[in-house]
C-alpha cells in the first residue's frame, strides 16, 4: 500500500469518537476548535470535519456529478486541511478557505484529466463571447430560481462545461458572491458575472429543449443536484 493510501486510510478510520471527545465537539466554537486543531488537536480537528464534511461533500458532488469522485475529493480536500491548516490566518471565513481547498482541487484534477495547459478561465466556448449588459448580471434568476423541474435542473446542470457549472454551482447553489467566487478562481469579477450569465443562458437552452422533448436524458452518473 502507497504511503499516500495508508494515510487515507488513517484519515478515514481515525476513531475520535470517546465521550469525552464528544464532549469536545459538541460545545466548542469553531473558531476554538481552528486554533487547536493548528495546535495538532485531532479532536479538534474531527470537530471541524463533522462541522463542514456534509457541505463540502454536497459541493463536491455537484461539481463531480457522481458519488464516488465526490467521496473521493471530499476525503482529499480534508486530507489538504489537516496539513495546510496551520496556514489559515483568519482573513476570510474558515468555510471560504475550505471551499476554496475544494474547488482548487477540483480544477487540478480537470486540468490533469483533460491535459490543460493554461487556466480555465481561458478556455470559453469559441465563438460564443459577447459583452453582457450589467442589468443582465444582476442577482437571482427567477425564471430558473422558481419555475423549473427540479430532476431536469440536476440533469441540465451536469451538461454545462465544467467553468460553467463551477461557477453556477459556487453562485446560485451555495450562495458566494462574485466577489468570493473571483478570489477563489483566480478570476475577475466581471468574468465571474459573465460566466454565470452564460451558464444560466446555457440551462435555460437545456431546459427548454427538456421540455420540449419530455425530458433531458440522464448522464450515467447523474446524481441529485439538491439533496443536502
Known amino acids: 500500500m502507497s504511503a499516500r493510501a495508508m494515510e487515507q486510510r488513517e484519515f478515514r478510520e481515525h476513531p475520535g469518537n470517546s465521550e469525552r471527545d464528544g464532549l469536545g465537539m459538541a460545545t466548542m466554537s469553531e473558531k476554538e476548535a481552528v486554533s487547536r486543531a493548528q495546535r495538532e488537536d485531532a479532536s479538534a480537528f474531527e470537530s471541524l470535519y463533522h462541522l463542514h464534511s456534509l457541505r463540502v461533500y454536497s459541493l463536491c458532488l455537484r461539481m463531480v456529478g457522481n458519488t464516488a469522485e465526490a467521496e473521493d475529493l471530499t476525503q482529499e480536500t480534508f486530507l489538504m486541511v489537516y496539513r495546510k491548516i496551520r496556514t489559515f490566518r483568519g482573513d476570510s471565513a474558515f468555510s471560504t478557505w475550505l471551499h476554496r481547498i475544494a474547488v482548487n482541487l477540483f480544477l487540478m484534477g ?6 490543460l495547459e493554461t487556466p480555465l478561465e481561458n478556455h470559453g466556448e469559441p465563438g460564443t463571447y459577447r459583452p453582457v449588459a450589467q442589468d443582465e448580471l444582476a442577482g437571482a434568476d427567477l425564471t430558473l430560481a422558481g419555475s ?16 460553467q457549472r463551477l461557477v453556477f454551482v459556487l453562485h446560485d447553489i451555495q450562495g458566494y458572491k462574485h466577489t468570493e467566487i473571483a478570489k ?31 425530458c433531458i436524458a440522464p448522464s450515467r452518473s447523474a446524481q441529485p443536484a439538491f439533496s443536502a
Open 110 to 115: 480537470l486540468r490533469r484529466k483533460t491535459s
Open 148 to 163: 423549473l423541474d427540479r430532476l431536469n435542473l440536476e440533469r441540465a446542470i451536469e451538461k454545462l462545461r465544467p467553468s
Open 184 to 214: 477563489m478562481l483566480d478570476w475577475s469579477i466581471a468574468n465571474s458575472k459573465s460566466r454565470l450569465h452564460r451558464a444560466r443562458a446555457q440551462l435555460r437552452t437545456l431546459l427548454q429543449e427538456g421540455m420540449y422533448f419530455g
